[in-house]
């Protein structure tokens, strides 16, 4: 399984990013995909989450409200939109996905993206 994330870049606060991950390799037919951060000289937490029948959502608090995740079953692709950006938001975001687990836990996914950047200036 391949998972590949785009769409980060550089934004003033408040304004808005969307994130893609398109998975390749196997088609998930249960399971999840996550999204992920990791700023410097912190540990990779939780953003959110999507059940691979696309009908449940979890988030993490700091993120509620302002981010949302869907997926694209035709085009096998997870999305995170992400609006009212902060600084505080500026990491590097990872796509993960598991095959059985659903979880908002690093160890609950086995499959990881390669990261993309994303800056919020003040």
């Known amino acids: 399984v391949q998972l590949q994330a785009s769409g980060g870049g550089l934004v003033q606060a408040g304004g808005s990013l969307r994130l893609s991950c398109a998975v390749s390799?196997?088609?998930?037919?249960?399971?999840?995909l996550g999204w992920f951060r990791q700023a410097p000289g912190k540990e990779r937490e939780f953003v959110a989450a999507?059940?691979?029948?696309?009908?449940?959502?979890n988030y993490a608090d700091s993120v509620k409200g302002r981010f949302t995740i869907s997926r694209d079953s035709a085009k096998n692709t997870v999305y995170l939109q992400m609006n009212s950006l902060k600084p505080e938001d500026t990491a590097v975001y990872y796509c993960?996905?598991?095959?059985?687990?659903?979880?908002?836990?690093?160890?609950?996914?086995?499959?990881w993206g390669q990261g993309t950047q994303v800056t919020v200036s003040s």
């Open positions: 390799g196997r088609t998930f037919s249960s399971g999840a």
């Open positions: 999507i059940n691979w029948s696309g009908d449940s959502t």
């Open positions: 993960a996905g598991d095959l059985s687990t659903y979880g908002n836990e690093v160890y609950d996914y086995d499959y």
